[in-house]
């Protein structure tokens, strides 16, 4: 039975769930460092609409962080650039922002950021056939020898 070939649609797909799952993670506090400053506590009427309203979704489900690792494992594929590129893509970044931190112009780097994606595809492709070949060919050896 052949498995599914990654398509670049799929590895971006899968890249924008590891951000988001990243992105709801709980924040990392560093041990050591406090401050000894009390929290501020307003008045109703000094503090209604003085902040935006934080609402976060709660934290992810333990699958969905396993596949973020896995798809963090497939940008050591890549270049520090193209890595940067697709998970700047990932989170959301617009085209405009991008080209502009990048020095290029929007449509080369939509190309930069396509030819990651066929890249980490093909990784995963190979990877994949290479391990079903061996698996084949272990089946092969244990029906010869039995």
């Given at each position: 039975?052949?498995?599914?070939?990654?398509?670049?649609?799929?590895?971006?797909?899968?890249?924008?769930?590891?951000?988001q799952t990243l992105r709801r993670l709980p924040s990392v506090r560093?041990?050591?460092?406090?401050?000894?400053?009390?929290?501020?506590?307003?008045?109703?009427?000094?503090?209604?609409?003085?902040?935006?309203?934080?609402?976060?979704?709660?934290?992810?489900?333990?699958?969905?962080?396993?596949?973020?690792?896995?798809?963090?494992?497939?940008?050591?594929?890549?270049?520090?650039?193209?890595?940067?590129?697709?998970?700047?893509?990932?989170?959301?970044?617009?085209?405009?922002?991008?080209?502009?931190?990048?020095?290029?112009?929007?449509?080369?780097?939509?190309?930069?950021?396509?030819?990651?994606?066929?890249?980490?595809?093909?990784?995963?492709?190979?990877?994949?056939?290479?391990?079903?070949?061996?698996?084949?060919?272990?089946?092969?050896?244990?029906?010869?020898?039995?």
């Amino acid at each position: 039975m052949p498995e599914l070939a990654w398509t670049p649609k799929a590895v971006a797909d899968a890249l924008e769930e590891a951000a988001q799952t990243l992105r709801r993670l709980p924040s990392v506090r560093v041990r050591g460092y406090i401050s000894a400053w009390p929290p501020i506590i307003r008045d109703f009427w000094e503090a209604y609409g003085w902040h935006d309203v934080e609402v976060r979704l709660g934290p992810p489900a333990p699958d969905a962080i396993d596949r973020m690792d896995e798809v963090l494992r497939w940008l050591h594929s890549l270049e520090p650039n193209e890595v940067r590129l697709v998970w700047l893509r990932a989170e959301g970044v617009r085209w405009k922002s991008i080209a502009h931190r990048f020095g290029m112009d929007r449509s080369t780097a939509w190309r930069h950021w396509s030819c990651a994606l066929i890249k980490v595809a093909a990784h995963l492709n190979g990877t994949r056939a290479t391990k079903t070949l061996q698996q084949n060919r272990l089946r092969q050896e244990h029906t010869n020898l039995a």
